[in-house]
């Protein structure tokens, strides 16, 4: 039973840049949710994905921006990127959207911005 | 929005010993979760617990919802044990809101 799967581990880029990360949710799931994670802080929720759509949002600003996909992946894209970006993006996922259910996260992306 | 409290923020421990982790939030919720995140960063859902008792091995953990409250104990502790602890709540229908965690340190 494959749990949730994410990509890259690591990422540097460049402050102006953009980066897309990818998540491939538990077997079963069909709900996505992306969290930002600062050292040091617990993790802060972005955006939750729910049959191709963006249904709750986080405090954060449109430079952040996701997609689901049919077979439920999702990616999370940040544009023009800044210092304070740097963190570790946590993808979960969990069954039906708007319901109590365990959320299950994957390892990560560690993106660092110079 | 929801607040979440943990407490203590730091704790050490001697391996073997027992321990409690607080949770206080500020608004009744639906959905309440414990995570353990390993020094790799890996963050573990250890009990889905909106209300009531549950058990897994030496981890239990309660929440009080009516007086808005849950507690992991943590018995026998073991190094592997170290880590960081979140509660996080939910009253939204997904939106979790993770308190700022409680730094676990068990040394043999």
């Known amino acids: 039973d494959a749990g949730v799967t994410q990509s890259p581990t690591h990422l540097i880029k460049t402050r102006g840049q953009q980066v897309t990360l990818r998540c491939s949710p538990k077997?079963?799931?069909?709900?996505v949710s992306w969290y930002q994670q600062a050292l040091g802080q617990g993790p802060q929720f972005i955006f939750q994905?729910?049959?191709?759509?963006?249904?709750q949002r986080g405090n954060f600003p449109d430079r952040f921006s996701g997609h689901q996909f049919p077979n439920y992946s999702s990616e999370l894209n940040v544009n023009a990127l800044l210092l304070g970006d740097s963190a570790l993006y946590l993808c979960?996922?969990?069954?039906?959207?708007?319901?109590?259910?365990?959320?299950?996260f994957g390892n990560g992306t560690r993106l660092t911005v110079t | 929005g929801i607040q979440v409290e943990q407490s203590p923020p730091d704790l050490i421990l001697q391996e073997g010993a027992n321990s409690t982790l607080r949770c206080n939030f500020s608004?009744?919720?639906?959905?309440l979760q414990w995570f353990h995140q390993n020094p790799w960063g890996q963050l573990i859902n250890l009990f889905y617990?909106?209300?009531g008792t549950k058990q897994n091995g030496r981890l239990s953990a309660t929440t009080v919802a009516t007086e808005r409250y849950s507690l992991l104990y943590i018995s026998s502790s073991q190094t592997t044990d170290s880590g960081v602890y979140f509660c996080?709540?939910?009253?939204?229908?997904?939106?979790?809101?993770f308190g700022q965690g409680t730094e676990l340190s068990v040394k043999p």
């Open positions: 979960a996922s969990s069954l039906g959207a708007g319901m109590s259910s365990p959320l299950h």
């Open positions: 077997s079963g799931h069909d709900t």
């Open positions: 994905y729910y049959e191709e759509e963006e249904r």
């Open positions: 608004d009744s919720v639906n959905n």
């Open positions: 617990i909106p209300s």
């Open positions: 996080a709540v939910d009253n939204q229908g997904g939106k979790l809101i």
